[in-house]
């Protein structure tokens, strides 16, 4: 008898169990295919919406300059430094010019030498002409003598031997003068190399700017080329962004944007397009656009990063919705509505596309209640679920129950 009752309570035991575990599997499944899901509410509204295309990029001088010296040479002095403003033609750079000072010295020496001989060669050629004079004065005279019959003829011929001579005296005076002309035209050119090489001791400022960086110290020998500092022009600062190649066709020069610097994201500043890349990088498929900066921040850099902002559209009044409620089903666009509590889809016609918001040309209206589930983890809504609407975005909801 004892062994019957044992028996019998192990089953209502075993048959509690599985009781238990039913009842929790049903549960289960209820909570999960037939309890009502939690969901946020957003009112549409009309507003304005601004369609823009981002990209990202860095800060960049359109007009910079390596400054450099043309010779080499020790540096003596380096008159600006690294954050100062510099202006065309402002001596930045000193080299040692004491070796310059004396060539150009020797070749004022040279040049003087050179004119003097010019001179000499002009008193020389003078003075062969007035021998000609006077060789021709002869030739002539007794050439009238001979014809009278009254001067002999080894006179007539000597005069004419007088006559050769000087005449030939005047064209080597004559070419002596050239060739001393021509020393003076070399002496010349010589003395201006000098001083160009003199005046290229002193490294100017090729335009006005910022001196962002300095390289070398004096003491320092230099070599062209190397960079003693770099100057870039304030007045054109661009961000080269790089910019999704499926973009281009809305893009266009002198479109209005936004430049947000990492440093200040709080802040945006105004910019434009002002240059469209015409390559597209072969791996990442994306393009640089040249954003001019109308504004810089009090504290910037070369090459610092910055998000633009290209503004491609706007409407003032328009649909709007957060693009985070678009959900795609089978290809289409659309959203889910609050349909008398339960989740009802709405296929949606979208416009201009912005940051956040996005334009419904069609498919929804002010004031529709547009929901999302409360928990982005647990899932999606299906078509004709029930839904229970925990809070509201933008205006106050009345607390659905299923």
Not at 131 to 151: H, I, P, W
Not at 192 to 204: C, F, G, P, S, W
Request: proline residues 4%.
């Amino acid at each position: 008898m004892a062994n019957n009752w044992a028996t019998v309570w192990r089953r209502l035991w075993r048959t509690g169990q599985l009781v238990v575990v039913l009842g929790a599997i049903a549960a289960a499944v209820y909570w999960t295919q037939f309890a009502p899901a939690r969901v946020t509410a957003h009112i549409v509204q009309r507003g304005e919406i601004v369609a823009e295309v981002m990209g990202t990029g860095t800060l960049e001088s359109h007009i910079r300059a390596t400054i450099s010296p043309k010779i080499s040479g020790l540096i003596t002095a380096v008159l600006v430094d690294q954050g100062d403003r510099a202006e065309a033609g402002q001596v930045l750079v000193r080299l040692d010019d004491s070796d310059f000072s004396r060539q150009v010295e020797v070749a004022e020496s040279t040049l003087g030498a050179a004119n003097a001989v010019v001179e000499r060669q002009k008193a020389d050629r003078a003075r062969t002409l007035a021998v000609l004079d006077q060789a021709r004065y002869d030739y002539e005279r007794v050439e009238n003598l001979v014809k009278q019959n009254t001067a002999a003829t080894t006179e007539f011929q000597e005069a004419t031997k007088a006559l050769r001579v000087a005449e030939a005296d005047v064209a080597r005076a004559d070419a002596a003068l050239v060739e001393a002309q021509k020393q003076v035209v070399a002496a010349e050119k010589t003395l201006e190399y000098q001083k160009a090489k003199l005046a290229d001791t002193v490294v100017r400022a090729p335009c006005a700017g910022l001196i962002v960086r300095r390289d070398r110290d004096p003491g320092d020998v230099i070599v062209p080329g190397s960079s003693v500092l770099l100057l870039v022009a304030t007045d054109e600062m661009w961000i080269s962004a790089w910019v999704d190649e499926t973009e281009m066709g809305r893009l266009t020069v002198g479109q209005p944007a936004r430049v947000v610097f990492r440093s200040e994201p709080q802040r945006a500043y105004a910019g434009e397009v002002a240059r469209l890349g015409r390559e597209v990088d072969r791996e990442t498929r994306e393009f640089i656009v040249d954003v001019r900066v109308r504004e810089l921040p009090p504290n910037w850099a070369v090459g610092q990063r910055a998000e633009v902002y290209i503004e491609t559209g706007r409407t003032a009044d328009a649909v709007r919705l957060p693009t985070r409620l678009i959900v795609w089903r089978d290809g289409r666009s659309g959203t889910f509505v609050d349909g008398a509590g339960r989740a009802v889809w709405r296929p949606l016609q979208l416009g201009l596309r912005g940051r956040e918001l996005l334009e419904v040309a069609a498919g929804l209206s002010a004031d529709e209640r547009v929901i999302a589930p409360s928990d982005p983890k647990a899932g999606g809504l299906e078509p004709g679920q029930r839904i229970t609407i925990e809070a509201s975005e933008g205006r106050v909801a009345t607390r659905r129950q299923p």
